[in-house]
């Protein structure tokens, strides 16, 4: 592992100082653009607008520039480094908040940043505060650690089903639309329309995603991994335009250049403390359960919400209604499982927390099933007339629901959805409906 | 790094050897430690469920973790020929329906949503005069395992006429 000159510190240090510089710029320009949709489209609370409005951003943006330069200049800066990495996470934060997704792109020089400054905390408490070597290897290893993550998440979220091709075939063709105009077209045509090729993709996608902590473990593993996810990114920029530069450049600093473990820069200092074997077995052992009990806990959440999906839409009790009056009517038998009906398709996010599990038709009109933490609805959509109302209603249409959630829980799935069909349907919102219905009768044959 | 000269071979070989392992260890406990905490926490937010962590540079990257719907749609535009070319493929538009909003149709197949909000966008700056007749289509793929996608529908947004 010992293979890089300790010289290199400076330039890596520098290397990441100006991808944060750029990450950090950007956010200001991203946060404005997000803003200007989200406000477009109706979809910024008051809240967002205000931690977005530029006159916060700008200098947030700039004071992290400066601390991200002063944490480049020399080494050991831990202060200035911090600096900079809370001024990514109050960016990053606020423009996920605006546009309503991390982009995770811009994750990866906060990723390496932080491992930096763990780093040095070590070099810091052993006496030796401008010490790099752990520095880099704090760098190289929540880089490994995202990729890791990555696998991971295919894996618990798909599972070796994965490894199909489809997902691959499905993003390419998404991102690309298979235009014939040019060579490269050929390319991402070939390799969609090539199930073994696509399969193939994914096969070295998720292994060398799991292989990144190898990168830890040698100069030979590290490469090889390296230039793996490497010319998975340089493919992944071919087939979908989608590039990931920042994560390029520091694969190529840090896996490919890589950390050098040295003695102190100083030279003074005796050789650092280790923990011993069984207290570092010890950590590991609790770090590993810790990571595994939290993967397996979002891999049941993510499970409940698909087993829910798969369940046909369950009668409940109507509360829309008084007491004494008629449920709305249920959905017909699903003689073939609908997975889009109209505006609505299965595993749509429709609120925060509420997604849709269930799409169908109804007598009269079509029904969307929503699932959150607090449980189900089915909301009824119909341009029948009826002698109930709901709080829902649009002037042209019922929104009928059925409903084992608490009353106090149904408002934001209930106006998400009411937004939803208003800017579907528009001014003829009926006419859709009786298309949406007859359209997905015609696909349930 | 101190120069050989400056300490006793069996020092360096020690040290070394400490160093590279304590290093290695450091980068371990790091590894586990951002896998925990990003795992742990992850919030819904508008775009998705489980979506983000607790705090950035934390996240598990799962953007394309899950699997794909059994359809796949990308909008472009399609001449009489059938020819297809991107919406970027050209600087002025005349549509004579909406393609965003309310009023606009195929919006329950209109691919990546960000996508859909950038064409739109892009079309209503480049409103001008046109020659060209095209259809600004949605056009959809069926996804099956171990099969290349299957070209399903073309479902029109509305009618163009387009100028390079």
Partial sequence: MNDFPADHAPVLRRLLTAIVVVDLLSFAYFIESARDAALAAGTLSPLAAWLS????????????????????????????????????????????????????????????????????LVTRRRGRPTDESYARVGSLALLSAAYFSA?????????????????????VVSQDGLIADGWLNWYRTWAVTTPAVAMLFSIATVGFELAAPLMLFGRLPRAVVALGLLSMHANILAMTHILYWESMLLLVAFG??????????????????????????????????????????????????EAARALPAAPAAAVVAPASAPAPPAPPPTVHALRQVGPFSVGQSVAPGWSVTAVDVSSDGITTTLAGDAGRVEFEITCAESAYHSPYDLPAAHIFYTSEVPVSALDPPGQALRELIERAGGATLCARLTAWRAAALAERG | MRPLSEVGSAYLYRGGLTIRLSQRRFGVLCLLGYVALAWSVRFDMRLGDQIASLVYPLDTFSMYGRMPGRDSSYALLRDRQGRTYRVTDFSSFDCAEPVAGANAQCTDRRGIPYHDEEMAEYIRLHHGAGQLDVELVARTWTLHTGAAPQLD???????????P
Avoid at chain 1, 76 to 95: C, I
Avoid at chain 1, 151 to 170: D, R, Y
Avoid at chain 1, 256 to 278: I, K, M, N
């Fill in chain 1, 256 to 305: 490919l250049c890589g950390p050098s473990p040295s003695l102190a820069d100083d030279g003074s200092a005796a050789p650092p403390r280790s923990a011993g074997p069984p207290a570092f077995a010890l950590a590991v052992a609790l770090l590993c359960c810790a990571a595994a009990l939290a993967v397996a806990h979002q891999a049941r959440r993510f499970a409940r919400v």
């Fill in chain 2, 153 to 163: 529908s073309d479902c029109i947004i509305a009618h163009c006429k387009v100028a």
């Fill in chain 1, 53 to 120: 409005h530029r006159v916060l951003t700008l200098p947030v943006a700039g004071a992290g520039t400066v601390a991200a330069l002063g944490f480049g200049r020399a080494p050991g800066r831990l202060w200035h480094g911090l600096g900079a990495l809370l001024g990514l996470a109050v960016l990053s934060t606020v423009h996920a908040q605006v546009f309503g997704s991390p982009w995770r792109h811009l994750f990866y020089s906060g990723l390496c940043l932080a491992g930096w400054l763990l780093g040095l």
């Fill in chain 1, 151 to 171: 696998g991971i998440s295919k894996m618990v979220f798909t599972g070796p089903e994965w490894l199909s091709g489809v997902p691959i075939q499905a993003v």
